[in-house]
């Protein structure tokens, strides 16, 4: 009887361990999961800020070449 009480004890902190981990994995895996989506909003925001910078860089230099080229007929 004895036995079969130290075996159950040892089969349910094996269960309790093994849930806990579980669930600690769980919580680090959302944690990782969240940092990584705000890191990736970041980088997302930086790419559509150059993008924006690099078509009004464009158009100020087709500008300049419009301006160039009715120069130019004048």
């Not at 093994?18 to 769980?26: K, M, P, Y």
């Not at 910078?53 to 500008?63: D, F, G, L, N, T």
Request: proline share 0%; aromatic share 0%.
């Amino acid at each position: 009887s004895t036995t079969v009480d130290a075996a159950s004890g040892v089969e349910a902190l094996i269960e309790r361990l093994r849930n806990e981990g579980v669930a600690s994995g769980q919580a680090k895996a959302e944690q990782i999961v969240q940092a990584a989506e705000t890191q990736a909003k970041g980088m997302i925001r930086q790419a559509q800020a150059e993008a924006d910078q690099i078509v009004q860089q464009a158009r100020e230099a087709a500008k300049s070449l419009e301006q160039a080229g009715q120069q130019a007929l004048e």
